[in-house]
T-cell receptor
């Protein structure tokens, strides 16, 4: 069993839709949770960073962490074609140290 | 967010030669830098962690004599792939952190060994 599970998709939705991306994990020691966006052949870009449980909102993006269920989510509201990318969840026990990544979900927003 | 620059973005080299990849933090001092490897349609796998002025810590299964890491300053780390072979062809990505919390990634280097 992988430490972090993420459905690779692909996921295709119409422009303006709400997108929900999810990851589950098995290591209860994880305390730091991140979402990265990666365009083709580029490095990952940090979107959201959350410590422990709870919600965090930044513009059209909302990150949720449910440590009791070992489940994290990223919601994208009013999705745009420019949001089309691969979204990676990542988590760690200690901040930026030893990040464990999900496989990434490939998302396409159709105009 | 903070900017991490990685160079070159792509390189093709002959089998048996060595290739050096640079990773620079442009607007912050990186106490720690990380090197990852990513195969097509797969996730990022941590190769090693380096702290400025110290020897890198390699993950299990990563050959330290093949993947030489130098972190000589707070803004620069280098990864040298020595005696490269076709199976070393991959996407190599560095990341850096200033405070040990968020990690910011470079643009990645696509290495092709022919």
């Amino acid at each position: 069993q992988k430490e972090v599970e993420q459905d690779p998709g692909p996921l295709s939705v119409p422009e303006g839709a709400i997108v929900s991306l999810n990851c589950t994990y098995s290591n209860s020691a994880f305390q730091y949770f991140m979402w990265y966006r990666q365009y083709s052949r580029k490095g990952p870009e940090l979107l959201m960073y959350t410590y422990s449980s709870g919600n965090k909102e930044d513009g059209r993006f909302t990150a949720q962490v449910d440590k009791s269920s070992k489940y994290i989510s990223l919601f994208i509201r009013d999705s745009q074609p420019s949001d089309s990318a691969t979204y990676l969840c990542a988590m760690s026990v200690q901040g930026a140290q030893k990040l464990v990544f999900g496989q990434g979900t490939r998302l396409t927003i159709n105009p | 967010g903070a900017v991490v620059s990685q160079h070159p973005s792509r390189v093709i080299c002959k089998s048996g030669t060595s290739v050096k990849i640079e990773c620079r933090s442009l607007d912050f001092q990186a106490t720690t830098m990380f090197w990852y490897r990513q195969f097509p349609k797969q996730s990022l796998m941590l190769m090693a962690t380096s702290n400025e002025g110290s020897k890198a810590t390699y993950e299990q299964g990563v050959e330290k004599d093949k993947f030489l890491i130098n972190h000589a300053s707070l803004t620069l780390s280098t990864l040298t792939v020595t005696s490269a072979h076709p199976e070393d062809s991959s996407f190599y990505i560095c990341s850096a952190t200033e405070r040990g919390t968020e990690a910011f990634f470079g643009q990645g280097t696509r290495l092709t060994v022919v």
